[in-house]
Every structure is written in C-alpha cells, then in structure tokens.
C-alpha cells in the first residue's frame, strides 16, 4: 500500500494506491492557493499509472474536502466504479456542484454511490469494491446527523495483499471518538492515521489515539492556516503513539508519500518530476 498525502494546501485529496487498483479519499484542489501546492493534475497521471482508480471516498461535503474541480478531475477522467460518501447531507453551493458533477456522470455509464449510516454495526464491512482493498466503516451512525464534522466519514482501508490499514477520519471531532471507540475498541488499529479534522486540537482523544495505536499520523494543512492546524496539544497526543508524524504544512509545503509493506513502514516526500528518489522530509 502506498499513501499520497498531496499538499492542497487547507484541505485534502489522498491518493492510495495497491497493486493494480487506487482509491482517492476527498477531493479539494484549491483555485487560488496563498502558498505553492502540488499540481493535482500532473501528480495524478504520475500515481496513476498502470493503476485503475475504482473508487473515490468523500468524507463529509466542506469544501476542503469535496470540490467541485477536484471531483471533475477524478470522474471525468479516470472514470471510477463507485463513490462512497455519508449519508448526512450539508446543503452547500459546493457540495450542490458536486452533486452536479455525480449526476451528469452517471448518466455516461454504469456507475455505484455508496451512502453511508451504521443503522447495524454488522453492515459495516464493504468487500465487494475492491479486489486490492476491503473497507471497514466506524461512523457515522444515526446520532450523528445533527452535525456535519461528526458525521464525517471514518473507514478503514486494508490492503488485502499486506493487511497493511489506513485510517480515513475526515472532520470527526473529540465528542465523537468517544462514541466510536466505545463501540469499536481496538478494531481501530491502524498502521497509519489521517489525522482528523486537519490536525485539530478538538479533533483527537487520549482514548482514540491508544486504540489507533498508529505507527504514522500523517496530517493535511495547508502552510500558516488560519485555524492553526496541527494544534500543539494534539501533536502531543499523536506523538504518544506514533512513531512519526508528518504534516503537508511543514518545510513550507510538502507532498507526502508513505509506503507500508508487510514489514515496513515508511514516509518521504513526494514530487511529481520524480517520484521516486527520496527527498529531504520534515517531520514534526
């Protein structure tokens, strides 16, 4: 498995790539970036090949996840099986353009929208989507629909080659780890972490971090953000648990990719001109 973490500045668009297949989790590209940023573009053709994108992951419907350009990028030109999203709806002038951008492509072929809500903690395994990946759903459930971080869509990708796991989190906040732990316990184990909500001291708990239990917590902010993100206080957090972490804000804007082998876990930085050689990486 690898992980692309792009700097999109304040927002997020990963890349996760298996053996034959990819999935893109969120879909921010910024029109007008106060700080360099990757070219989202130029950065997908490179990770893409001799890859099959089959699906995109939307975790809740703020801009700085869901974007109209980003999602046309994703659709129009890879052309994926499905994309799954929670079943909460936040009524927006984006996400309405997304939702816009969704229709008319299904209209050109066969294509699968995965609505999610945990009614039944039983349904929240999806081994159907993938032959690469297989996807394990934490949240949201019914209780969250009064708020729109809280319904954030929380999922973890393993890759069934290596059981190497991701944690997608989107916007989820410290109210709602209490919950998801609770239920879930040590079924949140993961190898590497999105860190929720950017980086948000409201955004991770004592508890939830001990259950993740992360060798990596990799963070999506954009450089000198206005919100602050990474927090001080859950830097301090992640760095209980994890060995590394990193942030797209650091060295004044960093791509990221974290590879993860049976074995193996380790994080450098991504460029589009050469994606291979390994650069000089800050972690914080």
């Known amino acids: 498995m690898k992980i692309y973490t792009l700097n999109v500045g304040q927002g997020q668009f990963v890349v996760v790539t298996g053996d034959t297949e990819a999935i893109i989790v969120d879909t921010s590209v910024s029109l007008s970036p106060k700080e360099p940023i990757i070219n989202v573009k130029s950065a997908l053709v490179d990770i893409l090949k001799g890859k099959n994108l089959i699906g995109v992951m939307i975790t809740g419907f703020d801009d700085d996840h869901f ?6 990028i994703a659709l129009n030109k890879y052309r ?14 984006t996400a309405d353009a997304c939702f816009r951008v969704i229709e008319s492509f299904e209209a050109n072929g066969k294509f699968k929208r995965v609505s999610v809500l945990l009614d039944d903690n039983d349904t929240r395994f999806y081994n159907k989507l ?10 949201p459930h019914a209780e969250d629909m009064g ?16 059981n190497s796991t991701y944690l997608v989190t989107g916007d989820t906040e410290n109210s709602r ?8 316990d040590y079924r949140l184990k993961s190898d590497a972490l999105a860190a929720p909500h950017h980086g948000s001291e409201n955004g991770i708990t004592e508890s939830a ?3 993740i239990n992360p060798h990596t917590v990799l963070i999506s902010a954009g450089v000198d953000n206005e919100y602050g993100h990474p927090g001080t206080e ?21 791509s990221l990719v974290t590879e993860i082998t049976r074995n193996t876990i380790s994080t450098t930085k991504y ?9 000089t990486l800050q972690w914080i």
């Not at 974007?67 to 046309?72: L, P, S």
């Not at 993938?130 to 949240?139: A, G, M, R």
Request: charged share 30%.
């Open 67 to 72: 974007n109209e350009v980003g999602i046309k």
């Open 147 to 162: 708020c729109s971080n809280n319904c954030s869509l929380v999922c973890k990708i393993t890759e069934r080659s290596t």
């Open 80 to 93: 994926p099986n499905w994309i799954m999203y929670p079943k909460y709806f936040k009524k927006t002038k």
């Open 234 to 254: 859950a830097l301090k957090i992640f760095r209980k648990k994890a060995k590394r972490v990193y942030s797209t804000s650091a060295s004044n804007g960093q």
């Open 130 to 139: 993938s032959d690469d990946f297989k996807f394990e759903v934490f949240s």
């Open 209 to 211: 971090i001990e259950h």
């Open 271 to 279: 460029t589009v001109s050469d994606s291979i050689q390994k650069r």
């Open 177 to 184: 780890w209490e919950n998801i732990v609770e239920i879930f």
